[in-house]
């Protein structure tokens, strides 16, 4: 299984970019699709993800300005981020979980935002 991240860059402030993942190696659909980062200095945290199939959940900083979304094809996440701020600069991960609860990560896309 292999989780492959793409749409990352450098944007300004208040720029946008879209992240997308496809989880490679999975056949069946997956209703835990999950998006991460890492600051430099910090701990890992949620973005934001789909529930349940399709049901997107956001954290508190990205609800608003970020969109989560399945993409057309099986087992891909997007996530559109809007109003991009420095504070959002971080590599970002894709995170799938299996029915069993197992998860699997991404290498991650890094994302650069100038003030």
């Known amino acids: 299984v292999q989780l492959q991240a793409s749409g990352g860059g450098l944007v300004q402030s208040g720029g946008s970019l879209r992240l997308h993942c496809t989880v490679h190696?999975?056949?069946?659909?997956?209703?835990?699709m999950d998006w991460y980062r890492q600051a430099p200095g910090k701990e890992r945290e949620m973005v934001a993800g789909i529930r349940n199939g399709d049901t997107p959940i956001y954290s508190d900083f990205a609800r608003g300005r970020f969109t989560v979304s399945r993409g057309n094809v099986l087992n891909t996440i997007n996530l559109q981020m809007n109003d991009l701020k420095p504070e959002d600069t971080a590599v970002y991960y894709c995170?799938?979980?299996?029915?069993?609860?197992?998860?699997?990560w991404g290498q991650g896309t890094l994302v650069t935002v100038s003030s």
């Open positions: 995170k799938a979980m299996n029915d069993y609860g197992y998860a699997y």
């Open positions: 190696g999975i056949v069946v659909r997956l209703n835990v």
